[in-house]
Nanobody
Framework: QVQLVESGGGLAQPGGSLRLSCAASGFSFNNYAMSWYRQAPGKTRELVATITRGFNTNYVDSVKDRFTISRDNAKNTVDLQMNSLRPEDTAVYYC?????????WGQGTQVTVSS
C-alpha cells in the first residue's frame, strides 16, 4: 500500500533553514508528481510546491526564491529545502500524492518559526 512518511520538521528562528523529507513506498515513485502542502492553525491547507515526474517545479508565490523542492527517484524521496524562514511559514507540512484518482497524505510534520 502507498505510504508517505515525512521527517525533518522542528523549530527554527526567523531567517533560518529546515529541510523536510518524505519517504515514499508502495507505488512506482518515478511515474508520479509529488507535492508538499501545509496547514497553519485556523487556515485551510495550501499547496506549497510540486515536482513533476519530469522534474519541473512549481511554487506558491509566498515561498518562491526561498523554498526548493527536489526528488531522488533512486531513494523514492521528495525533499523541501526551506530557507529564509518566516513566522508565517509555521504550519504542519504534508507530503502529497495523487494517484489513480485517489489522494494520499503523509502524517504531517510540524514546522515552527519563532525567536
Amino acid at each position: 500500500q502507498v505510504q508517505l512518511v515525512e521527517s525533518g520538521g522542528g523549530l527554527a528562528q526567523p531567517g533560518g533553514s529546515l529541510r523536510l523529507s518524505c519517504a515514499a513506498s508502495g507505488f512506482s515513485f518515478n511515474n508520479y508528481a509529488m507535492s508538499w502542502y501545509r496547514q497553519a492553525p485556523g487556515k485551510t491547507r495550501e499547496l506549497v510546491a510540486t515536482i513533476t515526474r519530469g522534474f519541473n517545479t512549481n511554487y506558491v508565490d509566498s515561498v518562491k526564491d526561498r523554498f526548493t523542492i527536489s526528488r531522488d527517484n533512486a531513494k523514492n524521496t521528495v525533499d523541501l529545502q526551506m530557507n529564509s524562514l518566516r513566522p508565517e511559514d509555521t504550519a504542519v507540512y504534508y507530503c502529497y500524492l495523487r494517484r489513480i484518482g485517489y489522494n494520499y497524505w503523509g502524517q504531517g510534520t510540524q514546522v515552527t518559526v519563532s525567536s
